[in-house]
């Protein structure tokens, strides 16, 4: 209101007076819509009759009464839809509306529908082993489970893309039972079944693969049930190298040669580092092994998978973190290398690879001794990280 003497014309053309305004009185706020969070960061939600309680990752909730338990169900409906629409397919927020397909895709570690190159690429970023297999919905089958079972090939060197081959057996969802196609015997659960196949040999043509251990779904995981997004964050800053602290390494200093594995999202490979001895400082920061008369030295190479080149600024963003630290019982880390469009991460070569490859392939063989040793080392490591 204002508080000029003079009156003022009304809507309708008459001529009002203004009334005083109390200046003791606070001023009345507009009201404005203000963001609470996204998808992503939804822990949970909780539903007491007419009360939803939305909580963020930060312990922060949301709560709201709403006017009827009706319309409160509803709500946290739509929030558990779009949670895993958009956030993550294989989990929901509140058990009061989790489709009943869901519950039983979470016990039977079940992927949502997607394709078989989605899949394959799955089951190579996991450790690749006789026997793994992966459990999906089939997309023209609502009632139909496809079973997904990974075999070695043996006419390919291991680590080579033609390594493994998969074949699909298909499961048929009854009313109340779950049987194997090809197979008369029915069974009450989907864990039953997998019971009695763990350990089995399928047979597909000439062909037999046996079913051992289950890849199942992880949180968050990308997949063809997600809606992406494009947000448009106006803060977001743009990659800039200069920001990050590691060195810089040409091109031309590093030889790829033999494929290790697979980590997470990387291609590992044996290589070659060559050292410029003119560079004293460069030489300085660069550990030298013996017999290499301080020119070259073998490097693990990781090269971020191109399928995930979103993730690019975490992955300088853990190189320049990795960078400045230095420890004994840390895998030192050379620098980064751009060689086109390859993101390639120059680590120190470890003879015997990571820790927990090397205790399942000698396992029984190893004495309590150098368990102790190791487990001290990685206490030291601990420590001073």
């Not at 606070?26 to 960061?41: G, I, K, Q, S």
């Not at 529908?113 to 919905?137: D, N, S």
Request: with cysteine.
């Amino acid at each position: 209101q204002s508080t000029e003497s003079s009156s003022q014309r009304g809507y309708f053309g008459r001529k009002t007076r203004n009334k005083e305004v109390d200046p003791e009185a606070p001023e009345r706020e507009e009201l404005r819509w203000r963001r609470f969070c996204d998808f992503r960061d939804i822990t949970h939600v909780v539903l007491r009759n007419s009360r939803v309680g939305i909580h963020r990752q930060d312990n922060e909730c949301l709560e709201l009464e709403l006017p009827c338990p009706r319309l409160a169900l509803s709500l946290v409906s739509l929030l558990d839809g779009f949670f895993r629409l958009t956030a993550d397919s294989s989990h929901y927020l509140c058990h009061d509306v989790a489709p009943p397909r869901l519950l039983l895709s979470v016990r039977g570690a079940i992927h949502g529908p997607m394709r078989e190159e989605f899949v394959l690429a799955k089951l190579r970023r996991e450790e690749p082993q006789e026997g793994l297999y992966i459990l999906r919905w089939s997309s023209l089958d609502f009632s139909r489970i496809i079973l997904s079972v990974l075999k070695r090939n043996p006419q390919e060197a291991p680590g080579t893309p033609g390594a493994f081959q998969s074949r699909q057996f298909r499961i048929q969802k009854k009313e109340d039972s779950f049987a194997l196609e090809g197979w008369d015997r029915e069974f009450p659960t989907l864990r039953e079944l997998l019971d009695v196949l763990q350990g089995c040999t399928l047979r597909s043509g000439r062909e037999n693969f046996s079913v051992r251990r289950c890849c199942p779904p992880t949180p968050g995981e990308i997949s063809d049930l997600l809606i992406a997004r494009k947000v448009k964050d106006p803060g977001k800053q743009i990659l800039n190298l200069t920001q990050l602290s590691f060195h810089r390494i040409r091109k031309d200093e590093i030889v790829q040669r033999a494929h290790l594995g697979q980590g997470t999202r990387t291609n590992i490979y044996e290589g070659i580092l060559s050292v410029n001895p003119g560079n004293a400082d460069e030489a300085e920061d660069l550990p030298t092994e013996q017999n290499n008369n301080g020119r070259e030295m073998r490097v693990v190479l990781k090269i971020l998978d191109p399928r995930h080149r979103d993730i690019a600024l975490a992955f300088f963003e853990s190189a320049s973190l990795m960078s400045q630290v230095s420890h004994v019982h840390l895998a030192f880390v050379h620098g980064v290398c751009v060689r086109g469009s390859e993101h390639i991460l120059v680590e120190e070569f470890v003879e015997h690879g990571p820790l927990d490859v090397l205790l399942r392939k000698e396992k029984g063989r190893i004495s309590v001794g150098w368990k102790i040793a190791v487990a001290k080392q990685l206490g030291s490591a601990l420590s001073y990280l």
